[in-house]
């Protein structure tokens, strides 16, 4: 198994609080990535990163950042959250010769 | 835009069923294709993979054909197992980027 873990695995916090999720991988991939899961939506991506403070927007970024001040972490932050932002939300690595992508065993976070 | 498109589940199968679960894409280009399946509580496993037109990608008693003429990529199982209950989803990837779309999912249950 790729070596990718997040913390924490499960939270509850009150709309307004930011929040911040950590992935941490020690495959010492190029590229990493934030989805989330929602029913009916599969997992759709929020910001991803292609190296050391290097970071995109995916297609639900409103509402989060990202920073990469390491190779190995990754962090996504709700700056202010809201209902909406309840969801699981994992983290996913790739790299090597094939840029396979692998996944982090998800954090699931419930906004009251 | 590219998108796609999974059956709805849940699909409901007796142990030594036929497994068929219908995916479809719309895609500019021409993108690798992917199965990936989600084990109750854990994050997202690479099932199998096809990187061009007529390939096919098997893993585990799994197959999947990518057929460019009807942009399909259809998952099969000859004799499912209980074991095989989870949440499958169909993902396309193009090389620059390195980002999945995700169908919505389709949920197995398999009953002994």
């Known amino acids: 198994d790729a070596g990718i873990t997040q913390s924490p695995r499960h939270k509850v916090t009150e709309t307004g609080t930011p929040v911040t999720l950590r992935c941490h991988q020690t495959?010492?991939?190029?590229?990493m990535y934030w989805y989330r899961q929602d029913p009916g939506h599969g997992l759709r991506l929020i910001h991803y990163?292609?190296?050391?403070?290097?970071?995109d927007k995916g297609e639900v970024s409103d509402g989060y950042s990202v920073s990469r001040s390491k190779t190995e972490d990754f962090l996504l932050t709700l700056e202010s959250a809201t209902s909406s932002q309840t969801s699981v939300y994992f983290c996913?690595?790739?790299?090597?010769?094939?840029?396979?992508?692998?996944f982090g065993p998800g954090t699931r976070l419930t906004v009251t | 835009g590219d998108s796609v498109t999974q059956m709805e589940g849940p699909v409901t199968l007796s142990e030594e069923a036929f497994l068929t679960i219908n995916c479809t894409y719309t895609a500019t280009g021409y993108p690798s294709l992917f199965w990936y399946v989600q084990y109750p509580g854990e994050g997202l496993q690479l099932l199998l993979k096809a990187t061009k037109a007529d390939d096919k990608g098997s893993n585990k008693g799994f197959e999947a054909t990518y057929r460019k003429e009807t942009t399909s990529f259809h998952l099969e199982k000859g004799s499912v197992q209980v074991s095989d209950s989870a949440v499958y989803f169909c993902a396309l990837k193009y090389a620059r980027g390195n980002m999945l779309t995700f169908g919505g999912g389709t949920r197995l249950m398999v009953k002994p």
């Open positions: 996913a690595i790739s790299g090597g010769p094939d840029y396979e992508q692998y």
């Open positions: 495959e010492n991939h190029r590229y």
């Open positions: 990163s292609y190296g050391v403070k290097d970071t």
